[in-house]
């Protein structure tokens, strides 16, 4: 299930926000970390990183939080900090490790406490039932995940979890088009040759990114 464009594209200079979730250095995760950046720069593209293990991001929920929630006005010191950053990206990336069928805590907390009313939506109306996109410059969001299992058997037995948590159950429904996943399978499993591929595959993919 690696989805590559090999549609070229005319480069223009663009912020793009990475939203990474791996506490470990020498992970693959990281190594994707680097191709991405690399491509991104690459093309000219100015790159902002919100590393949530090195930040020591707290994804719990509080009191406070959900009372902010209500009010559609963030508390939380660090999620000010990110809103300000997400408002000025032009396109998302998330990459981060599936555990378990689905995202880690880190990445978890930052949509429960970041992709928050009045902030990356709003509703349509006093229903509270549709939603509207508020992050006016924000072209797309790529998910780009890492898990063991082979990809037929997170289709068939998981249905695509992390797809339709963060793409369809976020995203789309707060009304962002233009959503992608890139999702890299048995990542333990194939040849180092194989994962040296996929990098340099994704880093080409980011060197065109418009």
Excluded at 75 to 91: F, G, Q, S, T
Excluded at 174 to 197: A, C, D, L, Q
């Amino acid at each position: 299930m690696n989805h590559f464009c090999a549609v070229p594209f005319k480069s223009t200079n663009m912020k793009v926000l990475i939203v990474f979730n791996h506490p470990y250095e020498g992970s693959y995760c990281n190594a994707i970390l680097q191709s991405v950046t690399a491509g991104l720069k690459k093309a000219g593209h100015e790159v902002d990183l919100i590393h949530l293990d090195q930040d020591e991001f707290n994804p719990v929920m509080t009191a406070n939080d959900l009372n902010a929630f209500r009010k559609k006005t963030p508390v939380d010191p660090v999620v000010i900090a990110y809103k300000a950053r997400l408002i000025n990206a032009d396109h998302i990336i998330f990459i981060f490790p599936i555990w378990w069928e689905l995202m880690p805590a880190m990445m978890k907390g930052f949509i429960d406490k970041v992709i928050f009313p009045g902030v990356a939506y709003d509703y349509k109306d006093a229903s509270n039932t549709l939603m509207k996109p508020l992050l006016t410059k924000l072209k797309s969001v790529t998910m780009i995940t890492t898990m063991n299992t082979p990809c037929w058997l997170y289709a068939l037995i998981f249905g695509n979890a992390i797809k339709k948590a963060m793409l369809l159950g976020t995203f789309w429904k707060m009304g962002y088009k233009n959503r992608k996943w890139i999702s890299f399978n048995r990542v333990k499993m194939v040849t180092p040759e194989k994962r040296e591929k996929w990098l340099n595959k994704l880093e080409s993919r980011f060197s065109s990114l418009s």
